[in-house]
């Protein structure tokens, strides 16, 4: 959430730039795709529209750009069913969001005793680099959104394969500059791959939204009864409550940012401007 780099007098605490290892894979020979994840909705200026946004990346160089929405609608499929399941067992609930990596970090390191209540999903970024990979094979990922998180979690031993270079939205706004990319003039190459509860993954309580209309769908007889959480000391309440039996609700989602990813600490519009936006 980047709260530590803020507080840090000294300014010995940093966020890697990555620009220049982006170029370098773009000039590569192996097709770079753009996994561009759900709060980018608005975040370029008005004239930056999807579609805008999409051959703005080909003109700079990138094979194609991927909506991390699109994994987020198949993990939200995957998530209602293991709720149907979990539900079933005495006491059950089910922890949310797959989509924060300092919430689950969080419930691995500090809340071991509920981890299981966790569903077996990687992120819709993971989800979306490893699909792109075998969908092209050879090609590279680069993941763009509002997240330093997401520069470590791409890290990690068991997720590497997924995910080549993290780029926050500031960087990329950078590269847009050098390459002095003008949306107005740009042709829109329209390609929808997200429904609209995949983009809803942007804000708090988007997955919780997302999840919910599912289990309606597909399990009516289960009643999803979602608790939020926005920011590192109200997940960390939210857990402390679940753990001591105090929580209501038994599908409880989570993020570190003020306002969810739309409040992430690389963004480039203000969280609620960019969670009107996503809505």
Known sequence: CAKCIEACQNENLTFSHDSIRALELLKDDAPVFAIMAPAFIGQFGEDATPPRIRTALKSIGFAGMI??????????????LEFGHNIQQPGGFQLTSCCCPVWIKLIRKDFRKIVGHLPASVSPMIASGRIAKQLHRGCRTIFIGPCLAKKAEAKEPDLKDAIDCVLT?????????????DFSSMKEEVKE??????????RTGGVSKAVSECVKTILPDCRLEPVYANGVAACKKLLEQILDGKASGNFF???????????????????QEAASMVN
Do not use: N
């Not at 939205?169 to 990319?181: G, K, N, T």
């Not at 791959?193 to 942007?202: Q, T």
């Open 67 to 80: 909506e991390a929405a699109a994994a987020a609608d198949i993990l939200t499929l995957k998530e209602a």
């Open 169 to 181: 939205f500031e960087e990329l706004q950078y590269m847009f500059d050098i390459f002095q990319v």
């Open 193 to 202: 791959h997200s429904a609209g509860a995949g983009r809803l993954y942007a």
């Open 253 to 271: 989602e989570g993020m570190a940012c003020e306002g969810g990813c739309v409040g992430g600490p690389k963004r480039i519009i203000p969280a």
